[in-house]
């Protein structure tokens, strides 16, 4: 089975040994890859727990969380395009995930009450530390598409790690402005330099873009330039400099350009596979309350991606 529709959850059980115990719910949701990430972690760690995949369509999710909370799910991921419609279906909301403006896990208690959280920036801050043995809060970073869901996560962790230096980049200037508002008020206000200063908000058209670039240790792409093998980079890549650290939240295509170019010109890089597995095994830990293999997980995802 691919996936379950919201009217199959009566049936989660049937014909099969292990319990539907996690879910990633979505529209589409078939191409999802969180089952290949998880599965292997709870058959690893001996839980008796399937995971699946469920199509809900968007105004359903409410409903969703309710009916796969009486049909035995301890757990739930939400992916496109839900993670907005989730936050507002909890019935308790994490901080973060509230400026975040998206839940990705909801979490149940003992009588079915959800709490949202969203594990995507929290997963960044690891994936910076696994990628470029760095804490996310001592660089000076860059984010390319901040008014996006992930750019928006992402942005909001530099926030919350207190990055010295927050350039949000974007093409449509507008969605930053409110932004920079709620991320001022995150970023402490002891250091010299004061937080409205260091947080900076740019358009990807304007020619200040290179020096804001240059002044930046960090580089995140998190626009969707480079799902497709033929996209340019999101920014002329030769404004990459050999002391950048580079990261693309894409991982499909393994290499984008941004990445292959940024090599050349002798960066640090990284794809955004390491994000896909820590946001995921943070999720596994809010339900587990325990360590979770974290190689099992990625391989499990890489095998997923070779097929
Ligand atoms: P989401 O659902 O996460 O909001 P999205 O619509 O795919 O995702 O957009 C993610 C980011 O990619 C956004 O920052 C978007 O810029 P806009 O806010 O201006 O739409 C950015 N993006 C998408 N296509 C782009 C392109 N061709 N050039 C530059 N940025 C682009």
């Known amino acids: 089975m691919k996936y379950y529709t919201i009217d199959q959850i009566s049936t989660l059980n049937h014909d099969h040994k292990k319990l539907a115990r996690f879910a990633v719910i979505g529209n589409p949701v078939e191409h999802s890859l969180s089952p290949q990430l998880h599965q292997p972690a709870l058959d690893d760690l001996g839980e008796d727990a399937r995971y699946l995949r469920v199509e809900v369509k968007a ?4 409903e969703a969380f309710q009916k796969l909370y ?5 757990g739930i991921n939400v992916t496109v395009p839900h993670k907005l419609e989730a936050l507002e279906a909890c019935d308790i909301v994490d901080p973060a995930a509230q400026i975040m403006g998206a839940v990705n896990t909801i979490v149940f208690d003992q009588n079915g009450n959800c709490t949202g959280l969203n594990t995507d920036g929290p997963g960044f801050a690891r994936a910076i530390r696994e990628e470029f043995s760095v804490d996310l809060g001592d660089l000076k970073v ?12 992402i942005a909001t962790q530099c926030a919350i790690e207190n990055c010295p230096q927050i350039i949000l980049a974007n093409r449509t200037l507008e969605k930053l402005h409110p932004m920079k508002e709620q991320l001022s008020n995150l970023v402490a206000r002891e250091e010299l330099k004061g937080p409205r200063d260091r ?9 200040s873009l290179e020096q804001a670039i240059e002044s930046s240790e960090l580089i995140v792409n998190t626009t969707s330039v480079g799902l497709k093998t033929i996209d340019p980079s999101p920014f002329p890549s030769h404004w990459v400099e050999p002391h950048h650290l580079v990261y693309d939240t894409i991982y ?10 940024s090599q050349d010109q002798g960066a640090r890089a990284a794809n955004g596979l390491s994000l896909l597995i820590h946001q995921g095994a943070l999720s596994l830990e809010y339900w587990l309350n325990r360590d979770v293999p974290l190689e099992l997980m990625r391989e499990g995802v890489k095998n997923a991606l070779r097929e």
């Open 59 to 62: 105004g359903q999710v409410r």
């Open 252 to 261: 499909n295509p393994e290499r984008t350009r941004l990445l292959r170019e």
């Open 199 to 207: 947080i900076e908000i740019i358009s990807l058209s304007d020619p």
């Open 70 to 74: 009486s049909a035995g799910i301890h």
């Open 142 to 153: 860059v984010v390319i598409g901040a008014g996006g869901g992930a750019g928006r996560a």
